[in-house]
């Protein structure tokens, strides 16, 4: 499968075709809730596609014709119960929400391109995992849902990615609404990139790829680094970090090579025809 062995999964279905990992959440029975043991997996799984060395997109969407229902309830109802024997200062509630927080930012921060295919159900932790990735297709009949304070809880660890994703005044409107969205009004908010019918979705899929496939796997890391960096930071204050990034990409490899390729009329070495 490439340099990096990929982890044995229980709860994702994993496929490799050449430099992209597709990952598909596999317990239909819930609308892939994500449980304990598919957020470590999940994780494991960014890890060892990380450090493969081949692969170059990850590619996520969920089995049985949904993407995602959010957090498996049964997990946090078992932390609950963890409270009482809790020692001091020890809180398995938060412990289980930090645990997909840390996933959210892994997924987030990724130099790899993340590409999300979403599928009916898109509800919580899931509608989390649609904004950290960079390219978001949507199947007109998702459903998109932010039930957590219609539940008496709060959407603590995607609040920060609904923010960069949807804006601060979206967000806020979604949070104190239990929001509902379709796929048309997640198209028209920045959440999703694109609408596409069933059979259409693996045409706009594979243009997607082919498209991130022409890029730089180094230029797309380092400009999604940046681009993080450029949400905190003022331009002014970038000017000479940015120089200095543009300066290695330019003198390096990936620079030189595109560069050649662009006078010799021909396609860059990365690029996959």
Excluded at 56 to 84: N, P, Q, T, Y
Excluded at 139 to 147: H, I, K, V
Excluded at 194 to 216: E, F, N, R, W, Y
Aim: hydrophobic fraction near 50%; aromatic fraction near 4%; proline fraction near 5%.
């Amino acid at each position: 499968m490439g340099d990096q062995a990929m982890p044995v999964c229980e709860t994702l279905l994993l496929r490799r075709e050449g430099s992209v990992l597709h990952v598909q959440l596999n317990r239909p029975e819930v609308r892939n809730a994500m449980s304990l043991q598919m957020v470590d997996e999940l994780r494991q799984t960014l890890q060892a596609a990380e450090s493969d060395g081949q692969v170059r997109v990850i590619v996520l969407r969920g089995s049985g014709g949904h993407f995602c229902a959010g957090g498996d309830i049964r997990d946090m109802a078992a932390a609950r119960m963890k409270l009482a024997d809790a020692a001091p200062g020890q809180d398995p509630v938060a412990e289980v929400n930090a645990g997909f927080g840390e996933l959210c930012v892994a997924y987030a921060g990724t130099p790899l391109a993340v590409v999300v295919v979403l599928e009916g159900t898109v509800m919580g932790g899931g509608f989390g995992l649609a904004c950290v990735s960079d390219v978001a297709l949507a199947d007109p009949g998702a459903s998109f849902r932010l039930p957590e304070t219609s539940l008496g809880v709060v959407p603590a660890q995607i609040a920060p990615f609904l923010v960069e994703r949807l804006g601060y005044s979206q967000a806020r409107r979604l949070a104190v609404t239990g929001g509902r969205l379709d796929a048309t009004a997640a198209l028209g908010m920045g959440l999703v990139h694109g609408v596409h019918a069933a059979d259409a979705m693996p045409g706009a899929l594979q243009a997607v790829l082919t498209d991130i496939l022409a890029c730089a796997p180094g230029a797309i890391a380092a400009t999604k680094a940046l681009m993080a960096r450029a949400r905190f930071t003022p331009p002014a204050d970038l000017v000479q970090e940015a120089a200095a990034v543009f300066s290695r990409a330019a003198l390096g490899p990936e620079g030189q090579e595109g560069t050649s390729a662009f006078l010799q009329k021909r396609k860059p070495s990365w690029a996959v025809s």
